[in-house]
């Protein structure tokens, strides 16, 4: 194609009227990256879980089991939940929210129904009746070893389960 001077044209040609679209459309997906990064950033730092009593009468439907230890002696924080587990020998106490109660090792323990109501950048997200039934199974290393059963209300996804332990607090599913 000839230009109105006779030359032939050699490398690509611009279309009239600026730089087109593509500058602007990068800066829109950089920005909606960077936003989506920040949401997630806000919803992970800001998840924090409250648990209260229940109510009476609840119905628990959803059973996961874990395998869990503890660091003996060191308090840990579940929410606004505080535990602390001390052994010696066969036995442990374990100190939860200021309520004593001592195990040996193989027995069986059902707390009271507690309610969970976990949230987002202070917004609720997920509220929910649960119970936990532990079983001791011994020190080991110092940290205290149990299996959990935890029975809730509603479904409570494994992800949110996940974030809300401490790091300090290793729990793994058990598949039945």
Known sequence: MMSSNGVIPTG????SGGTGRTGSGRTILIAAIVILIAVIA????????TTTGAGSGTAFPYTTM?????PEGEPIAIGTTRIVVLSYNNEMVTDVDGEREKLVVGEDRT???????????GIPVLDSDFQILMKYKGVRDSRAYFDLTVRTEKQV????????LPPTVDARPVQT
């Not at 690509?12 to 279309?15: A, K, R, S």
């Open 12 to 15: 690509p040609v611009q279309p």
């Open 42 to 49: 806000v919803a992970i730092l800001t998840l924090s879980v």
């Open 66 to 70: 874990y395998a869990v230890s503890f």
């Open 111 to 121: 707390f009271a129904p507690r309610h969970a109501r976990i949230t987002v950048a």
């Open 157 to 164: 996804p494994e992800y949110l389960v996940k974030r809300l």
